[in-house]
């Protein structure tokens, strides 16, 4: 570029900065929270909840107490710089109020860690029970990937209930881009629940799912598509599973009056878009298999 | 291993180094780009297009005319260099050449950036519109990993239209590992894209996308196998998805003359490989729906 | 939170380290090998594998032999250390038996290397045969996920069949949280193996693949849902795949008794849980084409 | 230890803590400022005033301003946070009158950079003058550690005469570690000086040292020693050295009322506490000289 | 070079490995103990001692038992490990007469920890009485590298004590590549001791040094010059300096049986070699001063 | 800041950068080399010579050519570079004449290292006789911040005297930023030297320094000083150190034509600018002893 090209872009950007807000937006107490500290924050939790698989400190069994008290103060003191953001970014609260919200979320947030603990080791042993390749519980909490989505879901769910901007949202794309599987943080999830290989998996905001419920990767449970934007914005726009429902590879189940009923089976790339009864074996219609001759020819066109 | 025995392994993969050209390639004057400079000019470039949502410095409103000289100055030093190493690497160009075809893809490919900011927020519009659970747009373009990989794509396709090697390829692996959404830079895409969700999308060299269009998780617009290999390449092996389409999670739309006529929906998991008129609505077939008796005993085998 | 409320959680979470094992196991010798150490491990032998493609430190050809061998060293070196950690992990051995297994699995693995990497080369060469948008086996080699999915899985291989613990579960997840791709290491594949766009492709423990065979992203190859855990340890859940077929975007295939005979093509999207003779073509039946007027009023809620 | 030990030893630390404000202070609102930001604005005002030398992103040629304005926009916002932590651990500002302060401290210290840069200027040209080892100016820029001492003690002064609390201490402190030049930021020093081989030169806060001065390693500007604490801060007690003096190493010029006049030599090692006149030659009396045969057996003990 | 000379260097090395021990010691289960983790011990112990002045995560006052606690408990950890190393790199301890010395050595450090910060409040107040430019006891703590060196050697010197191989001198080197102050961990130094400025002051293995002593840069407490190596091994070789003793900058103090009365003052870059009573000043003799006309034209050749 | 005073500044610093070539050199092929590479070939080839003391993959005994041989081959690639830019920055050579000077400076460098490898054994040895604190000849090299700088010294002095630019330099402040030692790399030193203590050492550039000589902390063998610059440059400015020499912390040794002649003994602070003869002891004259009565109030002013 020489001088007067670069001039003459440098311009065409900063028109474009001084006509739409969404580039550049000019309220100076506006700021994202901090995704790297969000990402801390759920490592750490991690480690407080499962304490000898994360991190080069493992504690030794002689005191664990003040291992958890000194990493949840951290995370508190953490969690709370980024809540004050999140909750400015949106806007609308006096200063006192900011305060006594962000007091309030904490201690709602941190009073329900130990039952999350709880709940996520019976997804520990639906993956145990529902995949023989898993040597070992420990193997699951360390290196599965459905499990860790679950966890950061666990999580993030407990502050979206609270009204969090933002940071739910972080945390979710944080456990999406490292495993591939999106879940809502809005979602209701019940115990047992286990997702296999976990890729492609994806859980909208309003959906509802039961206990010992499993599914597979490429899953969809979502909303029929619209482009009606915020209108619909609260609305229950993704499926119900109850119980036991087990859900192959690649099906989608969309729509939020859709319910899976309990103890149902979906076959994989199923395509589901209405409510089906309690113990229904959704399949797709007969297949055709037609034989020929093999073509063994590498270097010719392959088609279907 | 003893010492006999690391010498013969040593000695084995020598030979292969010296009979096969593509481990080990002697030409002294070959290089890839480098990926790290070239994730670094992906992301300069998206803290100029989206100047307060990416990076700790975050400009303020004083003269951002600096920021964006800059910003840009030093992105064309370093992309001039990736572009020296790429054209090497292919070959076939002398040295003035080279400095003359870097100096107008550098001129061309800058001066394509305010409009394809211009055209990045028609993108965020149609997340807006087409996704209730997005809180404002800012949220999008702070979050979202399809908007992410449609950044990507259109950055990569400017160098792509401009046949340069490499890099856009490097450019799309980067967003690809990311986010799971895998566009090739040949592809040509309108305005209002929406991939929802993302994880899973492939889109094809020769494929084209008109305006509205909107994508779901796992759908693939790609090409009938091949084993001819480079025979077919620069022919269009990919499908034509006309303006206002939608195409639900996991479907295949395959095939250089399939055409997805204006307006259609390709329902989820289908799979398409010859041209449907405007308006279409693809499923599939009459699933089956058998009922049984759930079974809650999760200690015996289920099967489908 | 006030220092009651602190103690009170903190005390709950200690409760949970004392009252589940899985948790925080408290035998001080168990520690998991280091994911990190496993990871440069792989990156390691594939800088061996392909010297001038990853790293700084790129050999000249003066005499690559210190190159290979001081890098094996390096690599033995390290792994010896996490194999020491796996095998004490999983128990069972005196100290004795423990230097042998290790000496041995080494000794096995690393004689295994020049093999390997010629056949690393052939999937190579069907990637390229495969896929026109290639425009060097370089770049397949520098750039594609599908091949890196394949090289640590045949590198995790070799340690499976020797029964290793948890570090070919390492290397899987490793290459499944970049590339989407999760094969597990039991899997057997044969030569020419080409995964094309890569994300969300699945294949079990207990696959057997033969040459020749290609398939693309979103498919599984998996087995049929259980609950009964451990008990199915062992047997053959995965199907088989004979020489020369290909397998269409999303499509699964489910089964230990499932057969695709050789030079069959299964459709996108398709769901297949029983086998299919020698040169089938298996494809969903009879989409149905519905066409209606176009709806161009993006405001409106679009349904399927 | 065991637990008992160990819930001593903690007991004891809390002790101090509860007893000792220094060990533990309590305001939550006194922080430090961030010393890494700190080395960081040193750093950027170093490329800023020398752009070729440090950092990788060079500025070319096209359009400097753009470089220099960027840079000191983020330098300013970056010292705006640090300067608000410093006022306010010093404490005893409203809030209005905070922002009054940083605003005019940042006014007044960027209006002077030109001119430091020009200064710096004069003590590049004093080095290369004084030392017949530098083979170019850039050589001394780039790499002198006394030129970088006196380039940050540059920067610290002009926070220091605006009575900043802390900064201009980090700042030095920074340059001491690295150089082993203590240069206190009160210092008041003329243009054109050289500080040769740099490593252990002390300046105190109120010296006062001309044009064209050159000091040699080891040598020390200082006060005499006192145990009587802040009662004599602000008081001079530092020499103050006139043009055109020349200080070997290890010498020491002590006191507040000490004037070294111009033109002076001292000699290395002497120890000044009095005013020598202009044009003296300082040096140690008549050392001895005494002559014995060298003892070439190195197993037995030397003694002088 | 070509291949044979790289070949030809490659043999004279390793013909050096083979013929000298110090070189390549072979014995595989020496190692070194590991720097980083003893500097990051010393910083750990730091911010236990000084809570608020070091580290992004400060304690809040919540419950600070919690941070120490979980803080020692991970030093201990890390300390044991090393610990480990250091004692096999001497050899000589079978197998559990190792572990019992790493749990007396641990046992008897930690248990000091509470006085030595009770000793370092004294350093703090003796700095800021004896520092003018001290703005508050806060800035030695967080700042002055004399401070930082005494720390570590308090630290060090109850290893030392103890007879731990090693890690004494790794401490002290960090501390004396940060600050130029090489306190050798043996000496024995009493409270309120402040060492101003810092760099270059040298205090050796069998120093002895009384309460309310004042060092000043450059400053050497050391020992008469050997050849005879480790003969002197343990014999005192270093001086005595008594109560309220002040040295100048750059004195020297040597010999094992010089010992500096009480109160004494020693002048800047005196040589000291015998004992002096209490109350003795020792000062150069006349040093002498001629006068002459300044020679103000800078191009010529300056002489002392 | 506001608009107009920030482009005022920024306007003052581009009008110095256009004035003054030492700040902004136009000339875009010169490039100082890479500080952090040649950090980089230092310690590789620290690694080569103590192979098991730094760094954490120590070789095994297997096979050490090969870590040798692909050690030596890293660093030369690397070295190339540096030597490259460093020649193209002093700039005079044509393209082919810098090839073969890069050639023939790499082939003496390389084939230099068995020899500086065996000196450096005889300076371990030295440090080993002359300090009693040393427990063993591995805690020398281990961690001897003066057996660091004599290392780099001996590596950079090779590169001096084939008339490399700059890089040189660039190791000595290395050393000196790390050590306090600043050894021009001009300087000719014997076999058997050892420096006590390091902090403070300063040896010219045309210094020549015999076999068995020792030198303690702060002693500074220099130059008288000059503002002759330039004119001086190659000529012998600094002293002549014969055999045997042992030289006390923060003596001073000035001037080209002064020699120490063998086995003499230089007391400490002494300032020596004229030769003398073998076997002399220099000390300082006659120090006077003042005794008076100890001042033990602390809170008074203390005078020399």
Not at 39 to 47: E, F, G, Q, W, Y
Not at 61 to 87: H, K, Q, V
Not at 187 to 211: L, P, S
């Amino acid at each position: 570029m020489d001088k007067d090209q670069l001039n003459d872009i440098v311009a065409g950007i900063a028109k474009n900065y001084s006509e739409r807000e969404e580039i550049f937006f000019t309220d100076p107490n506006k700021h994202f929270p901090n995704k790297l500290a969000i990402v801390n924050i759920v490592k750490d939790l991690r480690r407080v909840m499962f304490p000898r698989y994360f991190g080069d400190e493992t504690p030794t069994g002689i005191n664990p107490e003040y291992f958890i008290g000194e990493t949840l103060i951290r995370i508190e003191d953490s969690l709370r710089r980024e809540l004050r953001e999140a909750l400015l970014f949106r806007g609308g609260l006096a200063t006192e109020e900011l305060d006594a919200r962000v007091d309030q979320i904490c201690a709602t947030f941190f009073s329900r860690l130990p039952e999350i603990q709880r709940i996520l080791l019976t997804d520990v042993q639906a993956a145990f029970d529902g995949d023989p390749a898993a040597q070992s519980k420990e193997e699951i909490i360390f290196s599965y990937p459905g499990f860790f989505a679950i966890f950061v879901y666990r999580i993030a769910h407990e502050l979206y209930v609270q009204d969090v901007p933002l940071i739910p949202r972080i945390m979710s794309e944080y456990a999406h881009g490292r495993t591939g599987v999106d879940i809502n943080s809005g979602a209701t999830i019940g115990e047992y629940f286990f997702i296999d290989h976990a890729t492609g998996v994806v859980i909208g905001e309003t959906t509802t799912i039961g206990n010992h419920v499993k599914v597979y990767q490429g899953v969809t449970l979502g909303a029929l598509s619209t482009r009606a934007g915020q209108a619909l914005s609260g609305v229950k726009r993704h499926p119900t599973i109850e119980d036991d429902v087990t859900i192959y590879s690649n099906a989608s189940v969309l729509g939020g009056e859709t319910v899976i009923g309990e103890g149902s089976i979906i076959a994989g790339s199923a395509f589901v878009i209405s409510s089906v009864p309690a113990g229904s074996r959704v399949s797709l219609k007969n297949q055709e298999v037609n034989v020929r001759t093999p073509n063994k020819d590498h270097a010719k066109c392959w088609e279907i």
